[in-house]
Structures are given as structure tokens and as C-alpha cells.
């Protein structure tokens, strides 16, 4: 089993839908919680971070995070064909140099 | 500013010829990482530094793989002898210190044939 689980997809969305996004994780110890966003033949890209649980909202992104179920989540609103692209969600502890264990990527395609 | 940026973007090799990376990151980033990237998956941690110091190799898969960063800035990733297994993305990315949001590069796209 994977330390950090993520539906693959693909998930297919009207523009305009709200999208959520999920991931599980197993290490209790994780504290630090980040979605970044990988467009096609490009490198990940930071969209969001915390480090509690509850939620944290930026623009037409929001991020909750649910230590006690090991759980989080990314919710996009008015979803646009720009935001299709593959979101990663990942997880640190804050030792090892603060190395990153990423989920599989869930495939998001928004459609004008 | 600028980011990270990674070269060559793409690279072809024959099985059992060894190629090398280069990762160029963020002025000023004391940490810096590798990471690859199979084919619809997420990356995966290859290796840590700290300045020129490489602390953490653990994800390294084989002996076969080997990174540097001798003057604590640009660093290499260097693959011996490649395989089949080894065609992948290989991302770079870099942090100051003791941060734990990480800035990518786009990635070194290589293809063993």
C-alpha cells in the first residue's frame, strides 16, 4: 500500500462545475499538506498549502485537510478548460529535508 | 525572477549508455532535490542536498544512479549504464532552508530505447 493514495481518473467536468479532489494518507506523522498542479509536459507548480486541519481557501481554490481521518482534499469552483491538467496531491513530515511523497495524480479535464 | 530550470528537456540514449542531468535552481535555494517521474504516476524522491552535501540518497534505485553539487548550486544527476527502466521524467526542485513548499523545474524527459 501507498503511503499517499489519489484516484487517478480521469475526471471529466463541464466548465463552471465545482471539482473535488481526494487524497489518503497513512503516516500519522505527516504534517505538512501541498496540491500542486502539472500541466502536460511541464513540472509541478505549487497551487496550495497548509499544515493543519480545516480549511484554507484561495481564489477558486480550497484546500481542507482532515488529520483525523488522514484525509484531504482540494475543491475548484466555476471550473474552467485552464484548470484541466493533473493535480498531485503531497505530503511532508519536516525532517529529511523536507522531502515530498506524492499521490498518483488525478487527470482533471474541464469541457467548454 | 527566474525558477528552476533543468537541461537537456529531452534525452534519447541507447541501453548502456550512461547519461547526465543538470539542474539549475533558484538563486539563493540551499535545498535542492531529485525526483523521477514514471509515466502517469507522481514523482517519486530520488535524492537531498544541502548546500553540497547530499544528506538523503535513499531513493536512489540502484548504484547505477549517482548525483553531485559540488559548489552547493547547479547539480547533476548522472545514470550509468541506462536501462529500459530507467525512461522517465527526472524533476529537480528547490527550497530554502527549512521550507517546506518546493519550486519545480520542468523536468528532463529520458528516453532509453
Known amino acids: 500500500q501507498k503511503e499517499v493514495e489519489q484516484d487517478p481518473g480521469p475526471l471529466s467536468v463541464p466548465e463552471g462545475a465545482i471539482v473535488s479532489l481526494n487524497c489518503t494518507y497513512s503516516?500519522?506523522?505527516?504534517?505538512?499538506f501541498m496540491w500542486y498542479r502539472q500541466y502536460s509536459r511541464k513540472g509541478p507548480e505549487l497551487l496550495m498549502y497548509?499544515?493543519?486541519?480545516g480549511n484554507k481557501e484561495d481564489g477558486r481554490f480550497t484546500a481542507q485537510v482532515d488529520k483525523s481521518s488522514k484525509y484531504i482534499s482540494l475543491f475548484i469552483r466555476d471550473s474552467q478548460p485552464s484548470d484541466s491538467a493533473t493535480y498531485l496531491c503531497?505530503?511532508?513530515?519536516?525532517?529529511?529535508?523536507?522531502?515530498?511523497?506524492f499521490g498518483g495524480g488525478t487527470r482533471l479535464m474541464v469541457k467548454p | 525572477g527566474a525558477g528552476v530550470s533543468q537541461s537537456p528537456r529531452y534525452k534519447v540514449a541507447k541501453r548502456g549508455q550512461d547519461v547526465a542531468l543538470r539542474c539549475d535552481p533558484i538563486s539563493g535555494h540551499v535545498s535542492l532535490f531529485w525526483y523521477q517521474q514514471a509515466l502517469g504516476q507522481g514523482p517519486e524522491f530520488l535524492t537531498y542536498?544541502?548546500?553540497?552535501?547530499?544528506?538523503?540518497k535513499s531513493g536512489l534505485p540502484s548504484d547505477r544512479f549517482f548525483a553531485e553539487r559540488p559548489e552547493g548550486s547547479v547539480s547533476t544527476l548522472k545514470i550509468q549504464r541506462t536501462q529500459q527502466e530507467d525512461s522517465a521524467v527526472y524533476l529537480c526542485a528547490s527550497s530554502f532552508i527549512g521550507r517546506e513548499t518546493q519550486y519545480f523545474g520542468p523536468g528532463t524527459r529520458l528516453l532509453v530505447l
Open positions: 503516516n500519522s506523522a505527516f504534517q505538512y
Open positions: 497548509t499544515y493543519s486541519s
Open positions: 542536498f544541502q548546500n553540497e552535501a547530499q544528506l538523503d
Open positions: 503531497a505530503i511532508t513530515n519536516n525532517n529529511a529535508g523536507n522531502m515530498l511523497t
